[in-house]
């Protein structure tokens, strides 16, 4: 049997015991905040003291919704002193998910607002559908229903999803993510006569997703000869990840 010599020994003990007190591997971050689990999320908006949030990379269903009070937030910009719709997040809470939708995080004991990362982009296209909503509201009348397609945009599932929450609890009116096409294929628009007798179809389609710069269409359909567009949107993204205002290149009604 191969020995080891005596002299060796002490030091074998000193280097497995620097291992086990060596912190996580190259690329792997030590847990930033207190709770079993962390997930990093953008803020979509913030409504009645509630924050709604798109898990970063989620799917279309990873959107939680988190009451703010009493749960405190650390920033890594020394200047801010408020959580903001666009930032990028960290929370630390419990583990659990409440399987809702959207879905609620379990026992949250701590928000860390990111150095990098902010885009206020749902914030923009919030904006843009409000102001769409307010313009030739006769369209608006009566309807119980929203239809929202922004698969032809640059943001990501969960913050698509995210947003058509944010725009569900402002107007207070259930919200379902689909194509135009799809919503004539299962019925809910009578592609006979095109008309959505109860719902207001909404979106947004940008001219390249891809692009530094952002152009786009907005639009509000309720039927052949009851629809909005706002075309040739442009917005600007600084430095920082903030949008500027939108600037519509024309108006268009049928």
Not at 19 to 40: D, I, K, N, S
Not at 63 to 77: D, F, N, R, S, W
Not at 130 to 152: C, P, V
Not at 156 to 178: I, N, T, Y
């Amino acid at each position: 049997m191969k020995r080891t010599p005596i002299l060796l020994l002490p030091l074998l003990f000193l280097f497995l015991l620097a291992a086990c007190q060596a912190g996580p591997a190259e690329g792997e971050a030590a847990a930033p905040l207190p709770g079993a689990a962390q997930v990093t999320c953008r803020v979509v908006d913030i409504q009645d003291g509630q924050a709604i949030l798109a898990q970063a990379e989620g799917r279309a269903s990873d959107v939680y919704v988190l009451p703010l009070e009493g749960i405190p937030v650390t920033y890594a910009q020394p200047d801010q002193s408020a959580l903001r719709p666009g930032d990028l997040v960290q929370v630390g809470y419990g583990g659990t998910i409440q399987e809702t939708f959207p879905a609620q995080l379990g026992e949250v004991e701590a928000i860390q607002v990111q150095a990098q990362g902010f885009d206020d982009l749902c914030t923009l296209y919030l904006q843009v559908f409000q102001d769409l909503w307010d313009t030739d509201a006769a369209l608006n009348a009566e309807i119980t229903q929203l239809g929202l397609d922004l698969s032809q945009t640059r943001l990501p599932p969960a913050e698509q999803s995210a947003l058509g929450v944010a725009l569900g609890w402002r107007w207070d009116l259930p919200v379902r993510q689909a194509t135009w096409e799809e919503l004539v294929q299962d019925g809910t628009i009578d592609e006979e006569n095109l008309l959505w007798e109860d719902g207001l179809f909404l979106s947004i389609q940008e001219e390249d997703p891809a692009a530094a710069g952002l152009t786009f269409t907005a639009q509000k359909w309720r039927s052949g000869l009851g629809a909005y567009c706002f075309a040739q949107c442009t917005a600007h993204q600084d430095a920082e990840g903030q949008w500027s205002e939108y600037v519509v290149g024309a108006e268009m009604v049928s």
